[in-house]
């Protein structure tokens, strides 16, 4: 080996998959700079999205990735997110997903099914530590919650670097709903709100999380993230909010690093 290769350890590359409603996304993901090597490779989620029926697609997504040049090892192991509370590789919630995954051990699920290791987290907690890591959050001490507006209201709370998992900021209940029934871009879109009607829900939400855990910095992550300009130029808070920078492959890179640091081949 020589002197330069001592210095630089090789970051292999990781395979990273986010599970979504709509969509079963994948990627090979270059640790070192937080981004994908090659092309994103997508599917639509099977509906019903039963646990067997995703596992079949992720198999297919893995495959795929896998047969590319740049793949890693074919026993690497494999990080997956899940829009759902995930506790010991249990799922645990299922606000937007089939009923039926409540209770499955997704990590045996998907390792049994590919045949390598596989560890799932929470959608939006790999958004937060891709950004906390590569993107807008980088840098940042303190306090820095990410949130995630798509079909539902992903968070993910960080503090100094480090992920406090399964914050579930989505689910609060603001004036008698539960917030992300009303603040979601899905509801955005299903309730035919302009952006300034729609401004006025997100900043009855944000100002209620700034009032709860002071942050340093708000990221605003999901589809929506792209529309940014429309919407947080009218939120008045005192914590500085700023899109997220990965935009749609945050999950993937989070779901990568998370697995990549669990095995000690990132730190
Ligand atoms: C779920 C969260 C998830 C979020 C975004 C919510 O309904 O409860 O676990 O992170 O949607 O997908």
């Known amino acids: 080996m020589s002197k330069k290769d001592e210095k630089s350890p090789k970051h292999e590359p990781m395979i990273g998959i986010d599970i979504g409603g709509t969509g079963i996304k994948g990627g090979i993901v270059d640790l070192k700079k937080g981004k994908l090597i090659g092309d994103r490779f997508r599917v639509p989620t099977p509906q019903p999205a039963t646990p067997d029926a995703v596992a079949d697609v ?53 390792t049994k099914r590919l045949g390598r290791p596989v560890e799932v987290i929470n959608d ?78 997100l900043q009855r939400y944000f100002s209620h999380v700034e009032f709860l855990f002071s942050p340093e910095l708000f990221i605003v992550g999901g589809g929506i993230s792209k529309r940014a300009d429309e919407y947080l130029p009218r939120l008045d808070l005192r914590t500085k909010i700023v899109p997220a920078e990965l935009k749609n492959e945050a999950g993937i890179v989070g779901a990568a690093l998370e697995i990549a640091v669990h095995h000690n081949i990132a730190k």
Not at 87 to 110: C, E, F, P, R, Y
Not at 154 to 182: C, M, R, T, W, Y
């Open 58 to 110: 992720v198999a297919k997504v893995v495959e795929e990735l896998s047969s590319r040049d740049d793949a890693p090892s074919p026993s690497s192991p494999v990080g997956v997110t899940f829009p759902g509370i995930i506790q010991h590789g249990i799922v645990l919630s299922a606000a937007n997903v089939d009923k039926s995954w409540l209770n499955t051990d997704i990590d045996a699920l998907l």
């Open 124 to 201: 939006a907690d790999a958004a937060g530590l891709a950004e906390a890591r590569y993107g807008a959050g980088k840098g940042v001490d303190g306090t820095v919650m990410v949130i995630t507006l798509g079909t539902g209201i992903g968070s993910a709370f960080i503090f100094n670097g480090q992920l406090v998992p399964n914050a579930e900021l989505g689910h609060l209940e603001i004036d008698g709903f539960d917030a992300e029934s009303k603040a979601s871009a899905v509801a955005r879109e299903r309730d035919g709100l302009s952006w300034e009607e729609y401004s006025v829900l």
